[in-house]
């Protein structure tokens, strides 16, 4: 039983893989592409937050990197009539009068080079933002404000660098073309389909192999007492470092998937409402179990889709709903209710204790109470 609860997330794997592309049209399968490749961003999030105990409030910043550096190599390689302006340049340059390519454009001419730069760029930006801060010991609600202070200063900057990135309208990938095929046509929307479901289980692995052992022991010593891992002769600011990296380059990784699936990046990618949401994913899934935040990712983003639908105008209502309910009724989120009581713990938030049979009996049972009597006696 314990074995076939361990594979039951690689059945569904599995399933999403091979069935689900021939029961669903092309337009939900995209949308679950991008539920999935969300799914790699909130592993990344679990990791920093769930594990050791930083809360980000920026990872927008490292998704929209990979996003960026992915559609910056599609619109260089593709030459047609949608993408490509009459000097040979992406389009949008035209615009602003721009006949010479800029130069950090330059390397994203080659796909090896793109294929690194979509984790390593993000990965580096993490590392150097996450040593300045963590090498002056600034945790708690300090990280998260610096977090979320840098996700606004690469906000502004992305969104006026017209003649640059294209500013507030980003840079489009549905009409380019990768191998001779259009990105956005359905044969290519189903491989990033299922290279996403690739890419999802060996994000998972990485982020296993990270919180198991010793390393894993520090995460959380981390997250539950820094001060005494500083005692024991430990120091925390590589733990962190690292983590931070990994959880960089991670959102980079699904940044790049899910702006081929949706056909855009932009700078909103980096809004502070895209990365307050990241985070909602992990809180509902649950955090600290690296199964709860791929869950979270695709029954949030699922449920939003299915909302907007019906009545776009009240989802911001439902999703703030959800946030309260989870944190006040289900503080582990969905996979943790599941796995730590499930209504039992939900009523206790309420007052209502679970019952407990283990001490009334003891103090019913007449043999106990006469040896009881007994000891009294002789003291």
Known sequence: MTLFRKLIPWILLAFAFFVLPSILSEFRLNLFGRYFSLAIVALGIDLIWGYTGLLSLG??????????????????????????GSNGLPKFFENYGVDQLPFFWQPFWSFPVTLVAIWVIPAVVAGLVGYLIFRNRIKGVYFS???QASLMVFFHFFNGQQKLVNGTNGLKTSTTELFGQLVGSDGSQLIFYRLTLILLPIAYLICKALTTRRFGDALIAIRDDEQRLRFAGF????????VFVVAGALAGISGALYTVQSGIVSPQFMSISMSIEMVIWVAVGGRGTLIGPIIGAVV?????SLVS????EVWLFVQGGLFIFVVVLMPDGIYGWFTKGGFTSMLAAFGIAPKTDTYPRIDLDESIQMEAETIEKKV
């Open 300 to 304: 949030v983003n699922y449920l939003r």
């Open 145 to 147: 404000i610096i977090t």
């Open 309 to 312: 639908e019906a009545l776009p």
């Open 235 to 242: 120091n925390p600011v590589p733990f962190k470092v690292v």
């Open 59 to 84: 990872q927008g910043i490292f998704f929209t990197l990979g996003g960026y550096a992915i559609a910056m190599h599609l619109l260089l390689v593709t030459q047609n009539d949608f993408t490509t």
